[in-house]
Nanobody
Framework: VQLQASGGGLVQAGDSLRLSCVAS????????RAWFRQAPGKEREFVAG????????YYADSVKGRFTISRDNDKNTVWLQMNSLKPEDTAVYYCAAGAPSTTAQAMLLRSYAYWGQGTLVTVSS
């Protein structure tokens, strides 16, 4: 299983970006997908997740109303649309795939066995 993330870049506060994560390898139908991020000097944190079969999505409070996660089953791709970006959104963003049993577990790093390489998002003020 390989996850390839892309779409990061340097933007100004208030701008938008869309991150992509393409999966290859075994089928992802039983899995959940998620985005995490890690800012310099901070721990990796949950951003958004989506259940692959149902499309149910969930978000960290810090991004609710600004970020949207979506997926394309046929393309094995998940996107993170990020609007109204803030300087505090600056981080390396990682996509992940796993099999969490509950929404609460889906927000935990340990629920995900597969990780992409990360894509850097920098938001200037």
């Amino acid at each position: 299983v390989q996850l390839q993330a892309s779409g990061g870049g340097l933007v100004q506060a208030g701008d938008s970006l869309r991150l992509s994560c393409v999966a290859s390898g075994r089928t992802f139908s039983p899995y959940a997908r998620a985005w995490f991020r890690q800012a310099p000097g901070k721990e990796r944190e949950f951003v958004a997740g989506i259940r692959w079969s149902s499309g149910l999505s969930y978000y960290a409070d810090s991004v609710k109303g600004r970020f949207t996660i979506s997926r394309d089953n046929d393309k094995n791709t998940v996107w993170l649309q990020m609007n109204s970006l803030k300087p505090e959104d600056t981080a390396v963003y990682y996509c992940a795939a796993g099999a969490p049993s509950t929404t609460a577990q889906a927000m935990l790093l340990r629920s995900y066995a597969y990780w992409g390489q990360g894509t850097l998002v920098t938001v200037s003020s």
